[in-house]
């Protein structure tokens, strides 16, 4: 085997294949003419492309074809089969109400959450302070509010030693002139 | 072509009209004969329910072609996870794989049992998948370089290139043979 190297291998490839055009060809036959290694390589791909050739194709087992027919019968869509298809293309729709669902949800416990604590009354600062810190343990932040003599009696009536309401409030809820 | 729903008849028979060159193909691929089988009913289903889809941009073969080569190089890479890679085994191993790969198909059996079938189904095996895929559509299929540019959806250059080395390395491996054959084919 002569293993000279020739940059135009590739060459010699295409040309046995017969994918050069007519200009290439007589350029590669003129290098044919004066190119040893060239000419040896042609004659090893003539000799591969023999022994190959001797090979005989390879064919599928007799019954493959009806095989293949029985197969591609069972395969054919049955109202099942679409059904399942559609259950399938339901799931991304189920997925977008069950999370709006929760959104809702998540929303409504959000209010009843912000929902203010019911004033308590408180007599002294002690109280107060007391008073917010129970009404603060919602986690919530606190407003309390002097009231007035006649806030007082609007609001407690009897209650009247009552010095201010203390309750929390929502986030952003304007807490007006606190203590 | 008309993309046009074909009644099952009309498509049973343009599938029946290529399995067998189609399966040449596949086997020469994977070696083997039941693995050959299994790519083909996959490639057949495919084709049958993807017929209505197909435009005619290209030759209704090379769109086979193209959905066969792609089962067949699936199949080796499936294969390749769970077992070895069919190329780069020793001398000893494809020796082996030779002989167990005689257990099945009934035509090839008779032809494996020949000495010079068996060295060239592995010369052909050992080589890598790439440079196989584009020998096979040419040697055995007649496809033009530019029919398996097309089914393998690389560049002309490349075909070029992978056919070379491809018959390079075929060259080197079955050189006794071809020295013992003494033919010079067309010569």
Request: with cysteine; glycine share 6%.
């Amino acid at each position: 085997m002569v293993m000279n190297e020739c940059r135009y291998g590739k060459t010699a490839s295409r040309y046995f294949d017969g994918e050069l055009d007519a200009r290439e060809s007589a350029a590669f036959e003129a290098h044919l003419a004066e190119c040893a290694a060239c000419r040896e390589r042609l004659r090893a791909y003539r000799r591969l492309d023999a022994l190959m050739g001797a090979r005989p194709a390879a064919a599928p087992g007799p019954d493959l074809l009806v095989r293949l027919r029985a197969r591609s019968e069972h395969s054919r869509p049955s109202p099942w089969k679409d059904a399942a298809r559609m259950s399938r293309m339901l799931i991304p729709v189920a997925a977008c109400l069950c999370l709006t669902l929760g959104v809702l949800l998540y929303a409504q416990i959000a209010q009843l959450r912000n929902t203010p604590a019911a004033p308590v009354a408180a007599q002294n600062p002690a109280q107060i302070a007391q008073a917010a810190q129970t009404v603060a343990q919602s986690g919530t932040p606190v407003f309390g509010y002097a009231l007035s003599e006649s806030e007082r009696q609007y609001l407690f009536g009897d209650n009247a030693d009552a010095l201010a309401i203390v309750y929390p409030v929502a986030d952003g809820q304007n807490t007006g002139n606190g203590m | 072509m008309e993309p046009a729903v074909l009644d099952r008849d009309t498509r049973e028979q343009l599938l029946a009209a290529h399995v067998n060159k189609l399966f040449n193909a596949v086997f020469c691929m994977l070696g083997n004969h039941q693995d050959a089988e299994d790519v083909i009913q996959d490639v057949y289903l495919k084709a049958h329910t993807g017929l209505d889809e197909f435009r005619g941009d290209a030759a209704l073969s090379t769109w086979l072609y193209t959905i066969a080569m792609n089962a067949a190089r699936a199949h080796l890479r499936k294969k390749s996870r769970g077992l070895r890679v069919v190329t780069g085994l020793s001398e000893q191993e494809l020796e082996l794989l030779a002989r167990a790969d005689d257990e099945t198909g009934p035509v090839e059996r008779r032809f494996e049992d020949q000495e010079l079938g068996r060295a060239l189904r592995k010369a052909l095996m050992n080589l890598p998948a790439e440079f196989r895929e584009v020998f096979v559509l040419r040697q055995f299929e007649d496809k033009s370089y530019r029919d398996i540019a097309r089914i393998l959806g690389i560049s002309m250059g490349t075909v070029e290139s992978r056919m070379y080395r491809a018959r390079e390395k075929l060259r080197k491996d079955l050189w006794p043979h071809m020295q013992r054959s003494g033919s010079d084919g067309h010569e």
